[in-house]
């Protein structure tokens, strides 16, 4: 389960690749240690057209839902979206006390993910769907987010395609040439870490 993630990219770099414009700047505040239960961005589409709004991620910083397969995921979703991030956090299974690795595009600070929105008593709240992780990812952890590329975030949105056939699609996304994953310091494992760009950054091994 990926319990931490980064949004640092510029509001340029968002919405060209989404296809936005015109949103607030409040959205696109950098934050470099975002835990399950607080706010992210996320893209969805109405009947205005397609919009950029904050939701909670989870129901909870300890809620399990993500733990659920993709499949039992959409059954319960109230609608499709796609959430940007710049990275995430993995740690080795066991190991969550230790240097946790972040995980980025190698040439950009946008990755798209899969997501679904989903209702619980009134409150609208989102979650990432998920992949077997690729060669790069998977001796540290098992699984990642389910990453788009530009082509497959309008499938995605726009529902025109089936959501099993894009998610087929997505599974074979991103190389281990299109990623690089390096280990960060452990000051990310506190959730009320100080928000500064140098949790990102490499330290040695």
């Known amino acids: 389960m ?5 949004f640092f990219a510029n509001r340029d770099e968002v919405e060209e690749f989404f ?6 700047d409040t959205i696109f505040e950098p934050h470099y240690n975002i835990s399950r239960g607080q706010h992210i961005p996320v893209i969805s589409v109405d009947d205005s057209g397609r919009d950029i709004q904050r939701l909670r991620w ?6 399990q839902s993500s733990e659920l397969t993709n499949e039992k995921m959409l059954e319960k979703a109230e609608s499709s979206c796609v959430i940007p ?3 995430f956090f993995i740690w080795k299974e066991g190991r969550e006390k230790e240097h946790p690795f ?6 950009s600070s946008v ?3 899969a997501g679904l ?4 008593k009134g409150t609208e709240y989102c979650d990432f769907l998920k992949r077997d992780s690729n060669t790069l990812i998977q001796p540290i952890s098992p699984n990642m987010p389910l990453l788009l590329n530009k082509e497959l975030t309008e499938k995605w949105l726009d529902g025109d395609v089936p959501k099993s056939e894009v998610i087929r699609e997505a599974e074979s996304l991103f190389l281990i040439t299109d990623i690089t994953v390096h280990r960060v310091s452990k000051k990310v494992n506190d959730p009320a870490a100080e928000n500064i760009k140098t949790l990102i950054q490499p330290i040695p091994k």
């Open 2 to 6: 990926i319990k931490r993630i980064a």
């Open 58 to 63: 989870g129901k909870s910083f300890s809620d």
């Open 111 to 113: 990755m798209s993910v």
């Open 102 to 107: 972040f995980v980025r595009m190698m040439n």
């Open 117 to 120: 929105t989903f209702k619980d």
């Open 85 to 87: 991030i710049s990275g």
């Open 19 to 24: 296809s936005l414009n015109g949103q607030s």
